[in-house]
DNA sequence: GCTGTGCGTAAGCAATCACTAACCGTTAGT
DNA sequence: ACTAACGGTTAGTGATTGCTTACGCACAGC
């Protein structure tokens, strides 16, 4: 799985897995220590370290060592990357969708405009 | 591409590919329809057809005809999982580190509990 | 020092996935 | 009716990916 790994991989790629939304679920209710995710999930302990690694060079978790133990904790700035993604593009759905509405009197005497016709008749 | 199609896929599997992220991207800017899109992207146009019947899938789009082409628009109620899916991992991760704030006084008489601890260190 | 526990990493493998070319149905214009 | 444009679908292919086992290092307790 390293050859997967490039060096920052987009949260996105990081979390479109299901077996690492699991994971960081997990981590986003309460650091914690790679053993005790593997003991919940139905994988391997090299799996779950494995996938540990993408999503800290994601920027979605970061750790820290403790004894023998490394524990997890999320890191805001990787979700602040996702926020502001997600953000863009409800800006960008709901832009069109507004557009729309504003064009809503003239909707059928305008029928040239078809992108805001369309997110109209969409909604 | 259908052996990968399963009945609802989830929006983060459906944007964990960065190509998907991109054909989103554009149909969040505007509805459009698929040879627009496929003229903007380094991939034919099958391929494009075959990214966004996921996206359908996924919730995330939909679709409708207008003569000989289909028109793509964001469908808001896949934005609204991602939201809130994020937001819960958000209020996770804040929830810890506000219970880490609040203990911070104690902050080096308790440290048994390992969890809050760990969370204030990181911030 | 020895032993046990925890965990990162590498290598290998089977399954999955993103791509292409080809095919064909639908729509629209002449 | 013919032609062109559009786009969904299928099948095949090479690349990617998520998993496992094995190895070895670090830490902690005795």
Redesign the pocket.
């Known amino acids: ?4 790994a490039q060096p920052n991989p987009s949260p996105w790629d990081a979390l ?2 299901p ?1 690492r939304r699991a994971i960081f679920r997990r981590i986003a209710d309460a650091p914690c ?3 005790e995710i593997a003991r919940t999930l139905p ?5 779950v ?6 999503l800290k060079d994601a920027g979605l978790v970061s ?1 820290r ?1 403790e ?4 524990i997890y904790t999320v890191d805001v700035g990787g979700l602040a990357k996702l926020r502001a993604d997600l953000d863009a593009f409800w800006t960008g759905a709901l832009g069109a969708f507004k557009a729309a509405a504003e064009r809503d009197v003239d909707a059928h005497d305008q029928d040239t405009n078809d992108k805001e016709t369309d997110e109209q008749e969409k909604s």
């Open positions: 799985m390293i050859a997967y479109g897995d077996t220590a790679v053993g994988i391997s302990r090299p799996a370290s494995q996938h540990l690694r993408i750790d060592a004894g023998t133990r490394r």
